[in-house]
Structure formats: C-alpha cells, structure tokens
C-alpha cells in the first residue's frame, strides 16, 4: 500500500489556495482596519476574529454536510469549485472599497461598514469549502498513509504561503511603502485571485474524486481493525473512554497552539510597524523565512516522526514554538532593526510549525471511521477556531492597553500551555521503521 503522491499533491491545491488567500487576509486586512479606517486594535481584532467565529459553527456544518452530499464530480469538489469562485469576486471588491473611501469617494459601500460587511460574505464563503477541501485528503487517503498524505498537503500549503509572501515583499517593500499615507494592495489581491482560480481549475481536471474516493472506501473495508469507534446497543457509533479523553486532551492542545500561533500572525506587522518602523514587506519576509523552514524541514522532521511517533514529534514542535517566541521577544524589543537572526528564529518557527501541522490532522481522525473524516475534520477545526476567536482580541487589548512588546510574551505562554495538554494524549500515535525520502512521513505499525 502506497500514497498516490500525484493525486495527493494535486489535490493540495485547494489547501495551497486557502493558505495563499489567508496568509494575505492575516496581513493586510488588519493594516488596512487601522491605517485606512483608523480603527484601534480591539475593534480590528474583532473584525480579525469574526472569521474565525464563523468558523467555529460553519466548518464543522459544512464538513457534515459534504459528507452526505452525492453529485457526479465528487462530494468535496462542488463546494471547493464554487466558494473559490465566490471568494475570489468578494476578495476583490475589498480594496476597491480601501482605495475609494481613501480617496474620498461617496458611497454606501465606500463606509467602514461596507468594508465590514464584504469581509462578512467573504468570510461566509471561505467557510463553505475550507473543511470540505481539507477532508478531501482523508477521503482518498487510507489511515496509515494520513501522515504522509498530511505532510504533502502542508508541504502544498507552505507553497501557497511562501508565493503570497514573496510577490508581497517584492511589490511592498519597504523602501516602496515609506512614506506613503495609503498603499494601494488591489495588484496584491488580483495576484492571490489568479493564484486561487488556476488552482482550482487544474484540480477540479485533474483529480477524479468519485473514483479515488470508492478505492480508498474498498481498502478500509477491508481493515477493520483500523477503526477504534466501539458502537453500542441501539447501533449508535462513539469513542471509547479512553480514546474520548484523548481526543479531547488532543483538541484542547490544538486550541492552544493556535491562540499562540495566530496571535502571531495576525499582528506581527503592525507590531514591527508601531515597534521597529518596519512595513509589510519586512514582515512578509519573516513569514516567508518561516515558511521555508517549515518546506526544508518536512522530510527530516518524517526521519523523527517515523522513529519517535506522532506525539513526541508534536511535544518537540510545541517546545521548540515556545522557544522561539521567546526569542524573538528579544531579537524584536532589543534591536532597532531584523537582522539575520531575527530570520533565523523565524526558520525555527517554521520547523516547529511544520512538525506539529503534518501530526496533528492525522492523530484526529485516526480515532474516527474512515466514513467520518469530514465530521472529525469538523472537530480538528471547530478546536482551532476556538483558539484563534479569542486571540485577535485578546492579544490586541492587551497590545493596546498594557504594551505593543507583550506579544511574544503572550505567545511564548501559550505554546508552552499546549506541551502541557499534549502530555495527556494516549491515543492516535502510529509509529514505524525509519524510511526515506517521502516515504518518512509515513509511520505504520
């Protein structure tokens, strides 16, 4: 039993578009709410949290309603094709609105409240096919294989961070954007648009849903001993005890992670803005540092993940989050300007991103049946968005009303509050002998 690496990687396009479409959403929107509308940083980080809000309710709907959904390309591909259309007419009225209520113009879609309610519809239609896209991957991906099938699909996601990053840092640099009262990132948002319709479109010709899907429903039929569900007396399915109780640990770590890990990405470029004068393009170059640690470390991080597992694996990510937070705490507040260091602890974020992203989807829906993996998938993200509802908020109050260099502090704690909870996951770990290349990302008992 192999991974189709072909299929697999092709059907992380989706996954690359999302990630494309939200690294840019995470640094521009929050810049575009405080420069151009002059909003402080609660109220913008409740804009920046609204997504998540929705999320928290939709994406485990929608995973649940792709599941029962039947049509002649698929039960995931209908929602992928659609809200990536619908997102990319929504993603490009936003700086049209930006520029025009700059400039002046009147209007009742030139208002903050426009803008507010565009990002709304926006947000609804990311919501559609977010969990849909995502659970694809398990749909056509037999157990044992998730964490390899995970590592490519982070890996294609990595790629669609690191290509917004770098047409951001090369069209907004900042030598271009000093001194400019308003930046116009409508060319910005038309890149990422084209990025996401021909990743749809070569997707949705080049991977058969309805075929790979009834392969991969034939292997698991076949193992039903990969399942841990137990089903009761009335025929209703549910996890044991114990595997409940560390699905729960599991999700309540995820939550974590992602209030530390969110908290960053949503305002490290305001923060360097207000604390070192750097624009977006510095930021951008941070991330996309961090995302080229996260691409490089994929296959060594499968060397230690096929020899110690799936759990210690995320326990060395969260450590090692922590640590690096910490250390930008002092390479951000002690230095005027990023330095060489400053990337190099932001490579560091990406390893340990990396070896907790290719883990953790994986640890989930091994404790499910194959034929809910979009209901699990729910679950996985219904836990993220908890963490990442409150910390736009949080994180920005506590920037405003105590001081902007609490940040990585903040950060530091809560990644370090995750190592602790994953302590008490006992269950979804599969390990195997040491493989290379590719192959050790998969670690199968």
């Known amino acids: 039993m192999r991974l189709n690496y072909r299929q697999t990687f092709l059907a992380g396009l989706a996954f690359l578009s999302i990630c494309a479409f939200w690294q840019m959403y995470d640094n521009v929107i929050p810049l575009i709410l405080t420069r151009t509308f002059h909003m402080n940083e609660t109220y913008s980080g409740l804009v920046m949290a609204a997504d998540n809000i929705l999320a928290l309710f939709l994406l485990p709907f929608f995973g649940r309603m792709s599941d029962k959904t039947r049509t002649r390309i698929g039960k995931r591909m209908p929602y992928i094709l659609l809200g990536t259309a619908g997102s990319i007419l929504f993603l490009n009225i936003l700086p049209i609105i930006d520029n025009a209520y700059y400039e002046g113009k009147e209007g009742i879609l030139y208002t903050a409240s426009g803008f507010i309610v565009c990002i709304g519809i926006l947000l609804f239609i990311m919501s559609v096919w977010r969990s849909p896209a995502v659970a694809l991957m398990s749909d056509i991906t037999p157990k044992p294989l998730r964490s390899k099938g995970n590592a490519v699909i982070n890996l294609m996601g990595a790629v669609g961070g690191i290509m917004y990053l770098l047409f951001a840092s090369l069209m907004y640099s900042k030598t271009k954007t000093a001194g400019l009262d308003h930046v116009n990132y409508r060319p910005l948002f038309i890149v990422i648009s084209i990025i996401m319709a021909i990743s749809a479109i070569v997707m949705f010709y080049t991977v058969n849903e309805p075929k790979l899907s009834e392969e991969n429903n034939d292997i698991e039929r076949r193992h039903p001993e990969w399942d841990l569900t137990e089903t009761t007396s009335n025929g209703a399915v549910k996890l044991p005890r114990p595997v409940l109780r560390s699905m729960i640990f599991l999700l309540v770590s995820i939550m974590l992670w992602y209030i530390s890990y969110n908290a960053v990405t949503t305002w490290f470029t305001t923060y360097i803005s207000a604390i070192m004068g750097e624009g977006i393009g510095g930021a951008s170059t941070c991330f996309m540092v961090a995302s080229a640690g996260a691409i490089v470390s994929y296959i060594p991080l499968g060397f230690v993940q096929s020899k110690i597992g799936r759990k210690k694996s995320i326990l060395f990510g969260t450590l090692l989050l922590a640590g690096s937070f910490l250390a930008c705490f002092f390479m951000t507040t002690l230095f005027d300007s990023i ?66 260099r609490i940040l990585f502090i903040y950060a530091t704690v809560f990644a370090f509050a995750s190592f602790v909870t994953m302590l008490q996951v006992r269950h979804g770990d599969i390990r195997g002998s040491v493989k290379r290349g590719l192959d050790a990302f998969e670690d199968m008992e």
């Open 339 to 404: 330095g060489i260091f400053t990337y190099f602890i932001f490579a560091l974020v990406g390893v340990a991103w990396a070896a907790i992203s290719i883990n953790s989807l994986p640890m989930v829906v091994e404790m499910c049946r194959g034929s809910d993996s979009g209901k699990f998938t729910g679950y996985y993200y219904t836990a993220s968005m908890a963490g990442q509802v409150l910390t736009p908020v949080l994180a920005g109050t506590l920037m405003r009303n105590l001081n902007y």
